[in-house]
């Protein structure tokens, strides 16, 4: 017996290739493995930036004792979350429904039939507030399993049974419309901080979604309150600790309501949601704050983030060596006033102390503080800043860094895509631009095999074993037409037809309702089905708005009508829970916007484009391209010729067209710019 961990792609498992622990990856064969031992499965569900899941492998994963138990009487599966969602999903609403909570690490015991039948998160390797250890948890297990058999089955087949029954309808009749968007946007306003910015309390997360939610709403109707929620929000989170205020991105949440101290991991799929919204605020404001904020996050995801192959890496650890050479959480980013001195000399070291509000006391653990930005407007020496900046920054590049997951996830890259194509265009970037198109034929070259299906993972230019899940083909779609709209290249067009057309096929049932894995995709104890927005726009969301996108582009009946099929879960949650549906109310004001339809018969890049890429209009599709090639890459630019010789755009909406122009000023009336 061996762990058979090594062969893997994962940097999660990889982690766990030389545990004493005979792990087995998800597969049929550990199933296998159980039914012929006749033993319970142990699954293990984690990812490799997650805090407790390295400390649950230090101490129990990594003692021999606990292993050699472990190994005698169960069959031990590790999986990446990151990689299987659709197993994670299934078991963590098991989890939940059990016990009333979940998070990382999952433990989760299954029967060979991979039925669950006992359930919790961390266990410590001592008892301790009120919590077995791992080891007698193992106990207790074996000993149910063989004793108890039969008390096993039947919690086993009534928690399977409960699954089965909570299949998502499409949600509702019909659309969302004015009705449900004013319920949604009251329930937000109640839920709003308005001290501190951001929805709730703590722990305190960057809602990046509804943030765009509201600047849609704001476009189409003029609502100020909307815009204030979003601009206040955007900006404590700019100013607070969890932003970093050296090398520029964002942390996965705050665990205060004020967003002071962050939990230190920065994910991919933050940071492109977030660089995208500061991209759009600006747009929609012309904030100076909000240009800096989304310019700082795409560099630091190109700079920190970016694989040798041009795809862009998961996450990078919350963890990392502090001078005692201990692993803990922040250590790269947190300063005292001491360490402040001991780069920038006594006067500059207390001006950067002043400006980043760091104290003796500290605003983190030991005396060491995040930096931050006060709250207070008072004029400052900008070149000052930048030097003092430069040079902590370049200090803080001499400390150990921490680790990077160099997994490239399909879904997260397309929003990665979408959010450089969209920042580089707005800000004459061409670079960033460019990072996007890399992005985008790494996962053309290595995630979209012959047969036009996603694989969901990579490393190293090496496609991973498992298959795309909805969000996969929804996220790599809208960065596709992102990518289309910015570059006027029609094949990345073309690329997301091919998404969209498997998602129709394979993810669409009966009433529009979607699934987050294909009818061809390998059976769990149930089909997972879950469109809320939580950290990332949920598949049903993405597809949404990306089928929407593409029957604007296209004329697409089919298209747009699968699109309207999704959002009736919008209708049925905005109301009830707009925090966790913020990317589908984003669709849906794209949806009663029309969304507006701009092809502009002229130069990629000329003032019209331009224009056009900077309307506010929710969700509006452009299309740019001259000469008598232009229609064959883009339908919408099909019979537009220019107008007396000079570049022509023309806007249309709910089958109606506008005049053409050939005036951007005019142009930019047009859609709400």
């Known amino acids: 017996m061996a762990n058979r961990l090594a062969q893997t792609t994962s940097p999660y498992l990889l982690q766990h290739a030389d545990n004493p622990v005979d792990w087995w990856p998800w597969s049929p064969e550990a199933f296998e493995e159980a039914r012929k031992r006749d033993v319970p499965v142990l699954l293990s569900v984690g990812y490799a930036s997650c805090h407790w899941c390295h400390v649950m492998a230090h101490e129990s994963f990594e003692d021999e004792s606990v292993a050699a138990y472990l190994n005698e009487r169960f069959v031990a599966v590790k999986v990446d979350r990151e990689e299987r969602p659709d197993v994670d999903a299934v078991y963590m609403e098991a989890v939940q429904a059990a016990t009333g909570h979940g998070g990382w690490p999952m433990t989760v015991f299954l029967t060979p039939d991979a039925e669950p039948f006992y359930f919790g998160t961390y266990f410590p390797p001592e008892p301790r507030h009120g919590s077995p250890s791992f080891q007698q948890v193992l106990e207790g297990v074996s000993a149910a399993w063989t004793d108890r058999r039969e008390e096993v089955a039947e919690v086993a087949g009534r928690i399977v049974a409960d699954l089965a029954g909570r299949s998502l309808a499409h949600g509702g009749d019909g659309v969302p419309g004015e009705a449900e968007i004013a319920q949604a946007l009251l329930g937000l306003t109640r839920e709003y901080d308005e001290q501190h910015g951001g929805f709730g309390g703590a722990p305190k997360f960057p ?108 996450a990078l650890d919350a963890d990392s060596e502090d001078r005692q050479g201990k692993h803990v959480e922040g250590a790269f980013y947190v300063w005292t006033p001491a ?125 991973g074993t498992n298959a795309g899940v909805l969000e996969d083909y929804g996220d790599v779609a809208e960065g596709f037409l992102a990518l289309a709209a910015v570059t006027g290249e029609g094949a990345w067009l073309e690329f997301a037809g091919f998404l969209l057309d498997v998602v129709l096929e394979q993810f669409t049932g009966e009433g529009g309702q979607l699934y987050d894995t294909a009818h061809e995709a390998e059976k769990l104890i149930r089909r997972p089905q879950d469109p809320t927005d939580s950290a990332t726009p949920a598949g049903w969301t993405a597809a949404a708005g990306a089928l929407l996108s593409y029957a604007a582009y296209t004329g697409s009946e089919a298209h747009r009508t699968a699109a309207e099929g999704a959002l009736g879960v919008v209708k049925a949650l905005a109301p009830r829970a707009p925090r966790f549906i913020g990317w589908g109310l984003a669709v849906a004001e794209a949806l009663l916007d029309g969304p507006r339809e701009v092809a502009v018969a002229g130069p990629v890049g000329g003032e019209l484009h331009r224009t056009a890429l900077l309307g506010r209009a929710p969700g509006a599709v452009v299309a740019a391209g001259e000469g008598p090639g232009a229609g064959a890459e883009f339908p919408l630019l099909v019979d537009r010729p220019l107008v007396g010789g000079e570049p022509t755009a023309y806007v249309c909406r709910h089958f109606v067209c506008d005049a053409p122009t050939t005036d951007a000023g005019e142009l930019a009336g047009k859609l709400g710019g």
């Open 339 to 463: 360490q402040l001195r001991e780069v920038l000399g006594e006067e500059d070291g207390a001006f950067a102390a002043a400006y980043f509000g760091v104290t003796e006391e500290g605003t983190f653990e030991e005396g060491a503080s995040v930096l931050q930005l006060s709250g207070e407007a008072r004029p400052v020496d900008a070149g000052r800043v930048a030097d003092v900046r430069a040079r902590l920054l370049a200090a803080r590049e001499e400390r150990p860094r921490p680790g990077r997951d160099d997994k490239v996830v399909a879904a997260w890259n397309g929003l990665a895509i979408a959010a450089l194509a969209e920042t580089g265009a707005y800000f004459d970037r061409p670079d960033l631009v460019e990072r996007a198109t890399e992005a985008a034929d790494l996962l053309v070259r290595v995630h979209l095999g012959e047969v036009a299906r996603l694989t969901r993972t990579s490393k190293d230019g090496r496609a």
């Open 207 to 314: 809602p990046a979604m509804v943030v765009e939610f509201l600047l849609r709403h704001y476009a189409r109707t003029g609502s100020e309150g909307a815009l204030q929620m979003a601009a206040d929000t955007c900006s404590a989170m700019a100013r607070g600790g969890i932003y970093d205020q050296l090398g520029g991105g964002f942390a996965r949440y705050s665990v205060d309501r004020e967003w002071v101290v962050p939990h230190f991991e920065k994910m991919l799929y933050d940071n492109a949601l977030l660089c995208r919204v500061y991209a759009h605020l600006w747009r929609t404001t012309g904030s100076a704050e909000a240009r800096r904020i989304a310019l700082e996050t795409a560099d630091f995801m190109v700079r920190e983030l970016r694989t040798a192959e041009g795809g862009f890496a998961s």
